[in-house]
């Protein structure tokens, strides 16, 4: 037998199930999609303007492997529209994206053995970044009837001894759920008592419909033990840009820039630049607003769309995703999407790409234009029709 020299964590790690998807919806001409989350708006023109001018004035060293002064100044300024205060020295890092964030946090707390409990349906990248560090994963599976939020019930039931971590991800990819304050509230206790760090991805918290976004750090005796991944991909469209920030107690982030300087060293100098000006431009809530106030349209469409064709579904309350119920079908949703997509050449991500409880369920962006979302909803309910 051929000899491999792939390690065993890489070869037991799942492969995306976005990517398998996209891997077949790409070879097929005229497909339209729904299925990618990034935002379909450019990068504001003054934050591209910010970039150009640090590579005329030759700013192409390096930084502080933590980020440069005046970007760390700014996150933490940032934060505090969240009720979020940290010390730019010593408990903020910049770091390559949020998803960068997951790894350094998880890696700076987990031993090998440790349990991560792990909120899905959820982003792709959490049971892989946990595997990876020795953790082993332990999936809370999030329920329809109770708006996809996280319980204190299915909290409890899931901590052992081993617990270590929970890794929560609100406003949610692919679900659109949040977490109000009083839906937090009742699990600080828990958390206390069995002290389990938070790793809270609160990438989407710009993107929320109706209700501010709270954040878990912010409640009483939580900022210690907790951190805060955020970043600009999706708030400030600049997905390609790869900045990110965690916020934390400083004994953790000291920890995450051990591996970060090692690893990545610091985050590209030029894209700091372009980060500062998305920071603390004056236009910064303008640009923001004007991002969700269209994305909010386009989810009052989609979430309509659905609920006219006979579809269970949640309304989103945060991020850009809707993520219907097809469990009246019969189908699974690789089966939905696969044929879905050879009868009427349109893009959808099974649910269970992000977690084996997101089956029987379709994440379905409205990063896309109003035109694209019709478009998509018409294929999609002669589909139905069909079927």
């Known amino acids: 037998m051929k000899k491999t020299y792939i390690s065993d964590v890489v070869m037991q790690m799942p492969d995306s199930g976005i990517k398998d998807f996209f891997d077949v919806a790409n070879t097929l001409d005229g497909a339209v999609s729904l299925g990618?989350?990034?935002?379909?708006?450019?990068?504001?023109?003054?934050?591209?303007d910010a970039a150009i001018e640090a590579i005329r004035e030759a700013r192409t060293k390096y930084t502080d492997n933590r980020g440069t002064v005046e970007l760390?100044?700014?996150?933490?300024?940032?934060?505090?529209?969240?009720?979020?205060?940290?010390?730019?020295?010593?408990?903020?890092?910049?770091?390559?994206?949020?998803?960068?964030?997951?790894?350094?946090?998880?890696?700076?707390?987990?031993?090998?053995?440790?349990?991560?409990?792990?909120?899905?349906?959820?982003?792709?990248?959490?049971?892989?970044?946990?595997?990876m560090c020795g953790g082993v994963p332990v999936h809370l599976c999030m329920q329809e009837k109770n708006r996809f939020r996280l319980t204190p019930e299915e909290l409890k039931e899931k901590i052992t001894p081993k617990t270590k971590?929970?890794?929560?991800?609100?406003?949610?990819?692919?679900?659109?759920?949040?977490?109000?304050?009083?839906?937090?509230?009742?699990?600080?206790?828990?958390?206390?008592?069995?002290?389990?760090?938070?790793i809270s991805d609160e990438i989407y918290a710009e993107l929320t419909y109706g209700k501010r976004h709270v954040s878990i750090a912010a409640l009483p005796g939580m900022k210690e033990q907790c951190v805060v991944l955020n970043g600009f991909s999706k708030a400030f469209a600049m997905t390609g840009w790869r900045m990110g920030m965690a916020a934390g107690p400083a004994e953790i982030i000291a920890a995450m820039n051990k591996i970060h300087q090692f690893t990545i060293m610091s985050a590209g100098t030029i894209a700091q630049a372009a980060a500062l000006e998305a920071l603390t431009s004056a236009q910064r809530e303008e640009d923001?607003?004007?991002?969700?106030?269209?994305?909010?349209?386009?989810?009052?469409?989609?979430?309509?769309?659905?609920?006219?064709?006979?579809?269970?579904?949640?309304?989103?309350?945060?991020?850009?995703?809707?993520?219907?119920?097809?469990?009246?079908?019969?189908?699974?949703?690789?089966?939905?999407?696969?044929?879905?997509?050879?009868?009427?050449?349109?893009?959808?991500?099974?649910?269970?790409?992000?977690?084996?409880?997101?089956?029987?369920?379709?994440?379905?962006?409205?990063?896309?234009?109003q035109e694209t979302i019709r478009i998509c909803l018409e294929k999609i309910a002669a589909f139905l029709k069909k079927i």
């Not at 990819?173 to 304050?181: C, F, L, R, S, V």
């Not at 006979?310 to 993520?323: K, N, Q, R, S």
């Open 288 to 369: 923001i607003e004007v991002m969700r106030r269209e994305y909010d349209a386009r989810r009052m469409l989609m979430t309509e769309g659905f609920k006219n064709m006979g579809l269970d579904v949640v309304e989103p309350e945060g991020a850009f995703y809707v993520f219907p119920s097809i469990k009246k079908t019969g189908m699974s949703s690789q089966e939905f999407c696969r044929r879905l997509l050879e009868d009427q050449k349109v893009a959808v991500i099974p649910g269970d790409a992000f977690g084996a409880c997101g089956d029987g369920y379709i994440r379905c962006s409205y990063a896309y234009s």
């Open 36 to 48: 990618v989350g990034e935002p379909d708006f450019a990068t504001a023109e003054h934050v591209r």
């Open 165 to 198: 971590a929970l890794l929560l991800p609100f406003p949610c990819n692919p679900t659109g759920a949040i977490m109000e304050q009083t839906d937090l509230e009742v699990l600080v206790p828990i958390l206390k008592e069995h002290n389990i760090f938070v």
């Open 72 to 131: 760390r100044r700014a996150a933490a300024k940032y934060l505090e529209k969240f009720d979020l205060y940290y010390d730019r020295q010593d408990e903020i890092l910049i770091t390559v994206g949020a998803s960068e964030g997951i790894d350094l946090a998880l890696r700076a707390l987990i031993n090998p053995g440790d349990e991560v409990l792990v909120v899905e349906p959820s982003y792709v990248s959490y049971i892989p970044c946990v595997m």
